[in-house]
């Protein structure tokens, strides 16, 4: 009677119908504001919407709301305060910078290396594991590694954790826009 393709054109139509109809949930009115501008309003406080507008400006302007490294103070200021080393490896993703060995030109064979790993975006002490290493080499060119802990870790981690702070206290308000409710036309409108 029925051609297999037309059963089976049946079946997947139902199993497709199971999830459409399973997808939708109930919502309870209560917690919703009857006013459409309040729901509105509730929703871009609790970031289930977006503003067209603003999205459009920012498509314009080449840029959004994102997790770079321009935008992580601890990466920026990291960066800031070794920027006269040479670096290594500077991995925003790894959350890891490296440079590569450095010496001030008053003791050649001496030479001080450092890593920088970021353990979080807050900007705290523990955030931020910084290891210092110190390379000693001899005439013959055989030479001992020896990572430094102490007076040179610690400074580097209050000066980044210092400069870290300048630049939160420049961004703290400076994305924050807040929701101005269209005025509600006149009946008369």
């Known amino acids: 009677m029925f051609n297999v393709p037309l059963k089976l054109s ?9 999830f459409f109809l399973n997808s939708c949930k109930s919502v309870d009115a209560k917690k919703y504001p009857p006013d459409p501008r309040e729901r509105v309003k509730k929703n871009l406080e609790e970031g ?3 503003r067209l507008n603003e ?3 920012k498509i314009r302007k080449g840029g959004g709301n994102f997790e770079f490294a321009s935008s992580n103070e601890l990466w920026r200021a990291s960066l800031d305060i070794i920027d006269f080393m040479p670096l290594a490896s500077a991995n925003y ?9 450095y010496t001030d030109g008053s003791n050649p064979n001496q030479t001080v ?11 705290r002490s523990d ?7 110190q390379k000693d080499c001899n005439k013959n060119f055989e030479c001992k590694i020896s990572q430094q802990t102490g007076v040179i870790q610690s400074e580097l981690r209050k000066e980044i954790l210092k400069k870290a702070t300048l630049y939160k206290k420049e961004n ?13 036309k006149s009946a008369s409108d």
């Open 10 to 18: 049946f079946i997947t139509l139902a199993v497709i119908s199971c």
């Open 48 to 50: 289930r919407g977006f």
């Open 55 to 57: 999205g459009i400006d």
């Open 93 to 101: 993703s790894g959350g890891i910078i490296i440079t590569d060995w």
């Open 113 to 123: 290396k450092i890593t920088i790993r970021f353990l979080s975006n807050e900007i």
């Open 127 to 133: 955030a931020i594991d910084i290891k210092v290493y």
């Open 172 to 184: 703290k308000d400076k994305d924050f826009k807040p929701y101005v409710m269209p005025s509600k």
